[in-house]
């Protein structure tokens, strides 16, 4: 369970902000003075600082200077009122995570908590690359001794000591993310910012002002000015997950920023200089992207400076008993169980199946096996895979949901009537998922995002994209039927 710290001299604040977060399975504890908060981040460690840039003893930008000095890879956001923009992007610049403006948005600040969590995991937890039997559950790790792995092991250690751009190329599944973070961890950055951002998590019409930031006046709305995760990065590392996703109108911006090493603010005129290391991961295939208009040929050749082309599972499966043993042990840690092993039957089994979706396919696999497994060796029955799942011709068409799908694919087919039909039935599927998850979860938010595998963040982007938000059962989630938390 993730430390939140929270230093504002604003005890109701405090009071309303810490009963949110503890909603979300925060642990959390609360400072009102900048010397209070010193001790208590100095003494605990936490994974969260949340800090105002006004206090009672101590102005903000020292206290945050003070943590930063002590506890460098503690991510920081700072709290501050449209007044103070200048310090909090100082204190972006001297290496906080981010900050956010009073009053604010409920849901918008449990996202960006989220995302700062995550940061700071990944620049405080190294990755390891190939470790030791004996060692696995100490840390996340990039597992395997195929060929193909050891191809990935050399090469993450020949680029990571440099600045070249790095592209991670893979299907869903195959490690790219951690690939990428063992590529910052063992490089000279590794004291510096992590930042990642998913181009598909985040809605298009917000993608470039979450990337390059903006001026005050800039559009409707925009009442003061706002940093870019890119600019907050500098001297760091930006991992852009999903970038042959990126839209066509961003990727002129984004091919400047390699060429040349700067950004222009949306409604800016002047052009920022920012240091900052571009690593860059997807499961597309450019190369077509490129010959259809969709990806700039020029940024193509600038991202693939060096390429890490992760192998998916069916192409090393002489790593999956390795990865079982693995992936179990670090499974019984996170849900307090003790290993059962498995049978050589069952790992057999294991190492023929093709995995389609990969080491996040057989990691799910195991743990759902694990969470009903009565501590007894995995056996080849207790084990469910993907073919095992898939329902009959008969049990589909006596399932009304189902078969109302499948009468409006068929429908689509053979009236020919969309050019776009495989993307709105992925979207037509997408909805229903996320509006049965949110209503089994009661409208809780994180739990539906937990439950269907994927991060909060891109769950609030599905929730937009597909208009949602207005016609969710319970989605108030307790104490947020308060939309801002005010100063």
């Not at 751009?165 to 973070?181: D, F, P, Y």
Request: aromatic letters at 6%; a negative charge; hydrophobic letters at 40%.
């Amino acid at each position: 369970m993730s430390l939140v710290i929270l230093i504002d001299d604003d005890k109701q604040l405090c009071t309303s902000f810490l009963k949110i977060l503890r909603q979300e399975d925060y642990t959390t504890v609360a400072a009102h003075t900048g010397l209070e908060g010193i001790v208590l981040v100095e003494r605990n460690r936490p994974d969260l600082v949340i800090l105002d840039i006004r206090l009672p003893d101590m102005s903000g930008l020292e206290v945050f200077e003070r943590i930063h000095r002590s506890c460098p890879k503690i991510p920081v956001i700072i709290i501050t009122a449209y007044g103070t923009t200048e310090t909090a992007i100082s204190a972006i610049q001297k290496g906080a995570y981010d900050y956010i403006y009073k009053p604010f948005d409920v849901e918008e600040m449990l996202v960006l908590v989220e995302k700062a969590i995550k940061a700071g995991h990944c620049m405080s937890k190294p990755v390891e690359m190939n470790p030791d039997e004996e060692n696995l559950t100490s840390r996340e790790a990039l597992v395997g001794k195929s060929t193909s792995m050891l191809e990935i092991y050399k090469a993450i250690g020949r680029v990571a000591s440099t600045d070249a751009t790095v592209l991670i190329r893979g299907e869903s599944g195959t490690g790219k993310e951690l690939a990428a973070r063992a590529v910052y961890n063992h490089s000279a950055r590794t004291d510096r910012p992590y930042t990642i951002i998913n181009c598909v998590a985040i809605p298009e019409t917000l993608l470039e002002s979450e990337l390059f930031g903006y001026e005050k006046g800039a559009f409707t709305g925009a009442v003061h000015r706002k940093v870019g995760k890119i600019e907050q990065a500098r001297g760091g590392t930006v991992f852009l997950d999903e970038i042959g996703d990126l839209p066509l109108s961003l990727q002129a911006k984004f091919l400047r920023l390699l060429q040349e090493n700067t950004i222009e603010r949306i409604g800016g005129k002047e052009s920022i200089e920012v240091d900052v290391r571009i690593i860059a991961a997807t499961n597309r295939d450019l190369e077509t992207a490129v010959a259809e208009g969709a990806f700039r040929e020029d940024l193509y050749y600038r991202l693939r400076v060096v390429t890490l082309s992760m192998p998916p599972l069916r192409e090393r499966k002489e790593d999956i008993p390795l990865l079982c043993h693995y992936l179990m042990a670090r499974l019984a840690d996170e849900l307090g169980v003790k290993n059962p092993g498995l049978l050589d039957s069952t790992q057999t089994m294991l190492t023929t199946y093709r995995w389609p979706g990969n080491i996040r396919e057989l990691m799910n696999t195991l743990k759902k096996s694990m969470i009903f497994n009565r501590g007894n060796p995995l056996q080849p029955e207790d084990i469910s895979l993907s073919e095992e799942r898939k329902p009959d011709n008969a049990a589909v068409e006596s399932s009304g949901s189902e078969s109302s799908v499948r009468a409006w694919i068929h429908h689509e087919l053979v009236t020919a009537q969309s050019a776009d039909l495989f993307d709105q039935c992925i979207d037509m599927v997408s909805s229903l998922l996320v509006q049965e998850a949110l209503n089994i979860c009661g409208g809780n938010r994180t739990q539906a995002a937990k439950l269907l595998g994927i991060s909060r963040p891109t769950l609030h982007a599905r929730i937009d994209k597909f208009g949602l938000s207005g016609s969710l059962k319970g989605d108030n989630e307790g104490e947020k039927n308060m939309s801002y938390i005010v100063n």
